[in-house]
């Protein structure tokens, strides 16, 4: 068994850390001095506005918490500390890179354009990856519940910006209602774009929309958590090279998985599936990489061997151009090297 400090020590790949759902306390604060709101004096309280509670009954409410932080990400500055307050939390855990995702219309209330919001996040990444020992990109949400045509008019701005700070696209927001075949004009601009897909899928028992996202030219799924029972599905994914970023927390706290004997890591791990295992939200789920790998470790039996091939099929499954790609591969294998030797 690695030791907490072992495991805070691992070099790491993270492919599913939402920027809203991750910010520290005290950014939060901050952010609502900046923006003339006010929030509870107490920690305590504070944590009960910005994190689900851990007995949430649906998706939904496990996503209340995101109502509160919207107010708090209208401006760029904002938008520019939390992408670096994210990093500084990630680099404090030996994350060697990260794909931050946010939804650019979420931060379009007060005026900015989608143009605004990806400029201030990039700028918000590029300075903790000036401050910190961790490389960055933004993944562009656009939101399930949205008009189709919103989302693909920003992943179509969004689209040169691409290896310029932007990974890729992704969708998110109410899986349950809109599933990915009704979100076909956004995925298409994605696409037209040049962004990469990820998609939020299988997060709802609904093992189909997996099947969707693929059919839609999803390359990795976000969650895929239906698939604990579908043999079927998990080879398809195998055989065809997508990969699935899991969230263990965040799919107990919302029923996604009834508990971990209902998890579908086992079935992935054994067909091959490629993985990385991710915080979905740090603050929201009130997690850490680092208590991801111990969960993990402790309901899974993972060991450094199994955490070093995670994080190179991360990096593989990465929205990153080939060279950065080899050189996060030669990092992880130096990382790994003195675990994996004993």
Do not use: W
Request: some cysteine.
């Amino acid at each position: 068994m690695l030791s907490e400090k072992a495991l805070h020590q691992l070099g790491k790949v993270e492919l599913h850390c939402h920027l809203d759902g991750s910010l520290s306390l005290p950014l939060v604060r901050r952010l609502a001095q900046m923006a003339a709101i006010t929030v509870p004096s107490s920690d305590e309280a504070l944590r009960q506005l910005v994190q689900a509670p851990a007995d949430a009954k649906t998706l939904m409410d496990y996503l209340r918490p995101f109502d509160f932080v919207r107010p708090l990400l209208q401006t760029k500055e904002a938008l520019r500390l939390a992408a670096y307050d994210v990093l500084a939390q990630a680099a404090a855990e030996n994350v060697r890179y990260i794909e931050v995702r946010f939804a650019p219309e979420l931060s379009m209330d007060q005026g900015l354009t989608a143009t605004d919001t990806i400029l201030a996040v990039i700028a918000g990444l590029q300075d903790g990856m000036a401050a910190f020992d961790i490389q960055a990109q933004a993944l562009i949400c656009g939101m399930r519940q949205s008009r189709p045509e919103l989302s693909a008019a920003i992943f179509q701005v969004a689209g040169p910006f691409r290896g310029q700070g932007v990974a890729g696209a992704d969708f998110a927001g109410n899986e349950a209602d809109f599933p990915p075949d009704v979100l076909t004009i956004a995925s298409e601009a994605a696409k037209k774009a040049g962004l990469p897909l990820t998609f939020h899928a299988g997060e709802c028992h609904c093992a189909a929309n997996v099947y969707q996202a693929i059919s839609a030219g999803a390359t990795r799924i976000g969650h895929g958590t239906a698939l604990f029972d579908e043999p079927a599905m998990v080879q398809q994914l195998a055989s065809e090279n997508v990969a699935v970023e899991l969230c263990l927390t965040s799919n107990l706290q919302t029923k996604a998985a009834a508990s971990y004997a209902e998890f579908p890591y086992p079935a992935l791990a054994q067909a091959g599936v490629s993985l990385s295992i991710n915080t979905d939200n740090r603050t929201v789920s009130n997690t850490t990489l680092t208590r991801e790998y111990a969960l993990f470790q402790e309901h899974f039996g993972l060991t450094a061997a199994d955490f070093a091939r995670i994080n190179h099929q991360a990096a593989d499954a990465a929205f990153l151009a080939d060279e950065e790609k080899a050189q996060l591969q030669a990092r992880l294998t130096e990382d790994y090297r003195p675990l994996l030797a004993d």
